[in-house]
């Protein structure tokens, strides 16, 4: 009940194009979903978080799309980039338990 | 405004030898936390400061593995013992504040067994 699914776990796309990652949670005491990005030899960076009170979330290219009902939600990546080649990370937590659940992560490739 | 800092990058050594790492936090970042990394997954948590208490620690944790942040400021992670099964990434992350807050982690410890 603890893990997060997230697919697929690799993603090629032409640049301009719009990249989309989606993930799973079964525990519905999950309240906190952000996403990492992860670059080789780094650790993740934060890009966007979204809390079960909001269908959706937009920060610049980056938009959260949240279905409470489905315990699914996706990341779009709008006018993908070359340089917004790498590894993303889904996770989950729940307000009295601060660890975060991480998905297996997408690795996404975008083609100049 | 520094970032989440760990201490080495990188770490090779024999198994049945012991190591240690350091994270320093951002300042005034209240709550710690060590994950461990393996290729082509996703972080998975070890455990958890509040200030200087160690809060939660996941089954990941054996009895090999202890951390401490004495002074509710930088934290260690040692592993006793080392196996082969330990080579990994070790990170840690910091966060400010009450209820879910976003982490920040830093770059790392690489950690590989011979």
């Known amino acids: 009940q603890q893990q997060v699914k997230q697919s697929p776990q690799s993603l090629i796309v032409q640049k301009g194009g719009i990249s989309i990652i989606n993930c799973a949670y079964e525990?519905?005491?999950?309240?906190?979903f952000p996403w990492y990005q992860q670059f080789p030899g780094k650790g993740p960076a934060l890009l966007i978080a979204?809390?079960?009170?909001?269908s959706e979330k937009k920060e610049g290219r980056f938009t959260i799309s949240f279905n409470k009902s489905a315990k699914q939600f996706s990341l779009h990546i709008m006018d993908s980039q070359p340089g917004d080649s790498a590894t993303y990370f889904c996770?989950?937590?729940?307000?009295?338990?601060?660890?975060?659940?991480f998905g297996p992560g997408t690795r996404l490739s975008v083609l100049p | 405004d520094t970032g989440v800092s760990q201490d080495p990058r990188h770490k090779i050594t024999k198994r049945g030898q012991n190591v240690t790492f350091r994270c320093d936090p951002i300042?005034?970042?209240?709550?710690l936390y060590w994950y461990r990394q393996t290729l082509g997954q996703g972080p998975e948590f070890l455990t958890y400061?509040?200030?200087?208490?160690?809060?939660?620690k996941s089954r990941l944790l054996s009895d090999r593995f202890s951390a401490e942040r004495p002074k509710g400021s930088f934290s260690t992670l040692e592993i006793q013992r080392t196996e082969q099964g330990d080579s990994a990434m070790y990170l840690c992350?910091?966060?400010f504040g009450q209820g879910n807050q976003p982490q920040h982690f830093g770059d790392g410890t690489r950690l590989s067994i011979l």
């Open positions: 992350a910091s966060s």
């Open positions: 525990n519905t005491a999950f309240d906190y």
């Open positions: 979204i809390r079960p009170d909001v």
């Open positions: 996770a989950a937590s729940r307000d009295y338990g601060q660890n975060f659940v």
């Open positions: 300042s005034e970042h209240n709550r």
């Open positions: 400061f509040q200030n200087e208490a160690q809060l939660e």
